[in-house]
């Protein structure tokens, strides 16, 4: 029997900290409306250096604490890690099957994760959890005779009602992050091994500008915008 209480948004990030950059503004918009937030962390991370001299799995150790320590300040309920490494994804019957028992786990009304559309030029692993989570979401997490054995454990097939995507080439959909810009910016600074301590200024005038140009049309100074799609309304 599951027994996880229901989420509002289950967020699958390829690697830690895309999330913060996605979508960390409006995590925090959810969690202030009393709305729970599951991370699932997809890789662990561990190609992410440009110092031949760092080990890799002390970068995962590393990036596991900076990810934990992010979604502490966010107020996210829980972090999964499931700890494929870096640059291994592939679309694969497992990996599927593995989101799928995520959703069908924790019931999310909204799904968040990367395009996987972005055209040319996008990390790999964004690509593959976009386009394995679009998959798992419908059919695969919705239909019972698609996993009999998720089924006889007690994971019953599950609707989710919203997907967004960031980095989208296709934004439809806008949500105002003006008073959460500056947690989101905090999170952000909490992967150090990513983000230079001492560019973190510089680096919050450049996001500042980023999402206050993705805001285009909305009306809200600063925004996140997504891809949108609505299922079984
Ligand atoms: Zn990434």
Not at 162 to 186: C, H, Q, R
Request: glycine share 4%; hydrophobic share 35%; proline share 6%.
């Amino acid at each position: 029997m599951n027994t996880v209480e229901p989420v509002n948004a289950l967020v699958f990030t390829p690697h830690p900290d895309d999330a913060e950059f996605g979508v960390a503004g409006t995590v925090v918009n959810w969690i202030r409306e009393g709305k729970d937030v599951v991370y699932v962390v997809c890789t662990n991370g561990d190609k992410g250096t440009s110092d031949p001299n760092l080990d890799p799995a002390e970068l995962a150790k590393t990036r596991e604490e900076e990810q934990l320590a992010a979604a502490d300040m966010l107020g996210v309920r829980e972090v999964v890690f499931l700890r494929h490494p870096d640059q291994s994804l592939e679309d694969t019957p497992e990996f599927r099957k593995e989101l799928v028992r995520l959703i069908r786990t924790y019931r999310p009304n909204t799904v968040v994760t990367a395009d996987p559309y972005r055209r040319y030029l996008w990390h790999r692993d964004h690509r593959i959890v976009g386009r394995v989570m679009l998959d798992a979401v419908f059919p695969y997490a919705r239909d019972v005779h698609a996993y009999p054995d998720l089924y006889q454990e007690g994971l019953e097939p599950y609707k989710v009602r919203e997907v967004l995507l960031w980095g989208s080439p296709d934004t439809n959909y806008w949500l105002d992050i003006t008073d959460t810009f500056d947690i989101k910016m905090a999170a952000l600074a909490c992967h150090k091994s990513q983000i230079d301590p001492t560019r973190v200024k510089e680096m919050a005038e450049r996001m500042r500008e980023r999402h206050r140009l993705m805001s285009a049309d909305s009306g809200y100074e600063l925004a996140e915008g997504f891809h949108r799609e609505e299922l079984f309304r």
